[in-house]
């Protein structure tokens, strides 16, 4: 995640979680290329993976909260490349978001629920809720959805 950005002040301080984030999000259909999956729990951890043609399978580990209305902070605690062990890393993103349901966007030409930040996370600013997506313990380290 390429930009920095201060934690919430405080010792130990977290900001609030916005439930409507929690469960998984996918910027497919966006190419045959590259697609890459957010997830966040409700725990504050979440993760985000990159695939790509040329064999990537890079995922990313991350504490997240939302220091304010439309604000996101992502935290990075680990980067894992192509599938290899996670190393530990330190970015931090800090990026506005909307959530919204936009028409043709559900792979099949309807409705779905859109979540659209700012800056791009990992290779994309728009991702789609996943039909079914619920909170769970998310896409693991170096698995290919």
Request: glycine fraction near 16%.
């Amino acid at each position: 995640m390429p930009h920095g950005a201060p934690p919430p002040s405080g010792p130990g301080a977290r900001a609030a979680l916005d439930a409507r984030l929690f469960g998984t999000w996918s910027d497919e259909p966006g190419g045959a290329m590259e697609a890459s999956t957010v997830f966040f729990a409700p725990d504050g951890t979440g993760s985000s993976t990159l695939l790509n043609a040329a064999g990537a399978d890079d995922t990313t580990r991350f504490r997240w909260s939302c220091p304010g209305p439309g604000r996101l902070l992502l935290e990075e605690e680990s980067f894992s490349e192509c599938g290899g062990p996670p190393v530990p890393a330190t970015g931090t993103l800090l990026t506005g978001y909307r959530i919204l349901e936009a028409d043709g966007t559900d792979g099949a030409g309807g409705a779905a629920v859109v979540l659209e930040f700012a800056e791009p996370v990992e290779s994309a600013f728009r991702y789609r809720r996943l039909p079914g997506a619920c909170p769970g313990p998310g896409p693991a380290a170096g698995t290919s959805r």
